[in-house]
């Protein structure tokens, strides 16, 4: 990927309705840089969802995680990001926590979320698929397109690159 934040907030603040993420998530995983397509999902301390969107196709998109920015357990886990990373996913933005992080961070996919923290999260399926999100400062959008890399996080409705 050849692009940083900075480099697309100076080239398309003009020409594109960009939003930019508060500066609350934390990096794991070994890639620093990701982009793509946006699918969304809203949960509460629940990984159903999370694990049977991660089972299909993710086809380069990035998956964004509403997790109600809660702090009492983990939405993702080795095996969720495993099965990301066989699936094609690019990356993940959660608004939750992740555990295993010490695994989770060589593996060559995206992953931001708020901290770790070691409880697993409950497995009783509940949420909602394709859910306009609004957290960080941000209203996420099915089919928007998320841009991450070490200086932050933007959004366009319109891919940049």
Known sequence: MNFTTAQLCDEFADKAQLQIADPIFQAFGDKAKFSG??????????????????????????LVIDG?????????????????LKNHWQGLLIYGCIRDSADIAPLP?????????????????????????????????????????????????TQLI
């Open 68 to 84: 109600g920015g809660s702090h009492r357990v983990a939405l993702l886990d080795l095996p969720l990001a495993n099965l990301a």
């Open 37 to 62: 397509q946006i699918s969304t999902l809203k949960v509460f301390e629940d990984q159903v969802l999370i694990a049977e969107t991660l089972a299909t196709n993710g086809g380069g998109q990035v």
């Open 109 to 157: 996919i995206g992953i931001r979320a708020l901290h770790a923290q070691p409880m697993p999260s409950h497995q009783k399926g509940w949420g909602e698929r394709c859910s306009t999100l609004n957290f960080a400062g941000i209203n996420f959008k099915n089919d928007y397109f998320l841009y991450a890399d070490e200086d932050g996080i933007i959004v366009s409705a």
